[in-house]
């Protein structure tokens, strides 16, 4: 790995941020959308840190720190959802492209895992 910018993870996280912008332009109330941001921001943000942390270990630990922001996320994203701020299409496919990278982090943590 070169750096943070060539993991697959953090691409997939940047992706999200970027739509969860898109996504989150027309709530009703900045609130929820100022959260959201926030955890979508920091999913990429962690990833990033953790790489240049120096260890896998440590590596480790901060991708199941991005994984809990990505969790929060995920419930910020259902709560705007039930509260009708995404129609259901759109929801599916933040949900889904969130389910993704959770996936994707998972994985990267069982390879780290398995080299600790």
């Keep these: 790995m070169k750096t943070f910018r060539d993991l697959l993870i953090w691409q997939k996280a940047m992706a999200l941020t970027v739509h969860t912008y898109a996504v989150t332009s027309n709530f009703a109330t900045e609130e929820l959308a100022s959260e959201i941001r926030k955890c979508s921001i920091a999913i990429p943000s962690i990833i990033a840190e953790g790489s240049g942390s120096g260890t896998g270990k440590d590596f480790y630990k901060s991708l199941g720190m991005a994984t809990g922001a990505l969790f929060a996320f995920q419930t910020q994203m259902e709560i705007a959802f039930n509260l ?23 994985s990267f943590r069982n390879k780290i895992k398995e080299t600790l």
Aim: proline share 4%; no cysteine; aromatic share 14%.
């Design 84 to 106: 009708n701020y995404i129609p259901e299409q759109e929801f599916g496919i933040v949900f889904e492209n969130s389910r993704e990278l959770e996936r994707m982090i998972g």
